[in-house]
């Protein structure tokens, strides 16, 4: 049965003469392709300076 489904077919499993699953060959697994530069403009100088030591001290006490 899973080579039939990998093989494109659709296959439906019944349980008591009706239709309990569906088994399809899955789409295609590949990864998004990044993209380099898609956010730029969206982040400021302000993103690299440092954080006040009030901020840093929150951090330090989770």
Do not use: C, N, T
Request: net charge negative; aromatic share 6%; hydrophobic share 40%.
């Amino acid at each position: 049965m899973l080579g039939q489904a990998h093989a494109g077919q659709e296959i439906i499993l019944l349980k008591a003469g009706k239709p309990y699953a569906r088994m399809v060959p899955l789409g295609s697994q590949e990864k998004p392709q990044r993209m380099p530069g898609r956010l730029a403009g969206h982040i400021d100088e302000a993103f690299f300076e440092p954080l006040p030591e009030s901020e840093l001290d929150a951090w330090g006490k989770l």
